[in-house]
């Protein structure tokens, strides 16, 4: 995988702190055993010394992630997470046709150690998403995603739990998208094998609101990376 320079991810930069559009497959921190391998931490702080990450963002999600570059900005920007004051807007893939009108997921998630997760209402903490379908297809739906809190694997699980797994998510039982599924007459070499529109789960961290200063609120809108856009307009072509 080619390493991407930082410089060219930026969407938003002032003299405090940064948002960049995360690519697919990097870590945004070091991840326990993985000591070579690079991550957003590391690029970040190749661009500017001192540089925090504000929060996480899951491997395979691409997106807006915000990075400080001194701690009053840290300090700032993680007040935020805190106190729920961070607007969140993802966009994901679902399978099947589902009608979301501003549909509230409220249920509490434990984190069962080995990078999952579970619903539990005895022992899980508070999780709250709300979802907003934008677009259907005969087979999938295009959703927006408004997490409240910030658990880990949230809306991916969120969504599980209404039958409608994120495409390509087989931790929580999604399954990839492959074209000969949605084109009629889809045809593959004799020795070929067919893969995955999409090599990973189809989230992208779409949109984020907070304040860069006291006074100063921004909205960064992360556009689409090349894999997330493929598979929506080969959708609207060949499943719409």
Not at 113 to 125: A, N, W, Y
Not at 172 to 199: C, N
Request: overall charge positive.
């Amino acid at each position: 995988m080619k390493i991407p320079k930082i410089a060219d991810l930026i969407l938003y930069e002032d003299e405090n702190l940064f948002v960049v559009n995360k690519p697919a497959f990097i870590s945004t921190l070091d991840e326990r055993g993985e000591g070579s391998e690079i991550n957003m931490l590391r690029l970040a702080k190749a661009y500017s010394d001192d540089a925090q990450i504000c929060h996480r963002l899951d491997k395979e999600t691409s997106g807006a992630l915000i990075i400080a570059k001194n701690p009053e900005a840290y300090r700032l920007v993680s007040m935020q997470f805190e106190r729920r004051q961070v607007k969140k807007v993802y966009h994901a893939v679902i399978e099947g046709t589902h009608v979301f009108e501003d549909l509230l997921v409220d249920l509490p998630i434990l984190n069962t150690g080995k990078g999952t997760v579970s619903i539990s209402r005895q022992e899980g903490k508070r999780a709250e998403t709300w979802f907003q379908s934008l677009k259907y297809f005969k087979h999938y739906t295009l959703v927006e995603c408004r997490p409240v809190t910030g658990r880990m694997h949230q809306i991916r699980i969120h969504l599980a739990t209404q039958r409608a797994s994120i495409a390509g998510d087989e931790m929580y039982k999604g399954k990839p998208v492959f074209l000969s599924q949605l084109k009629r007459k889809y045809h593959l070499g004799k020795d070929q094998e067919e893969l995955p529109i999409m090599k990973r789960f189809a989230l992208h961290a779409y949109e984020v609101t907070f304040k860069v200063s006291e006074e100063k609120e921004v909205t960064i809108h992360a556009p689409y990376p090349k894999d997330f856009e493929t598979l929506v307009k080969l959708l609207d072509k060949f499943d719409s």
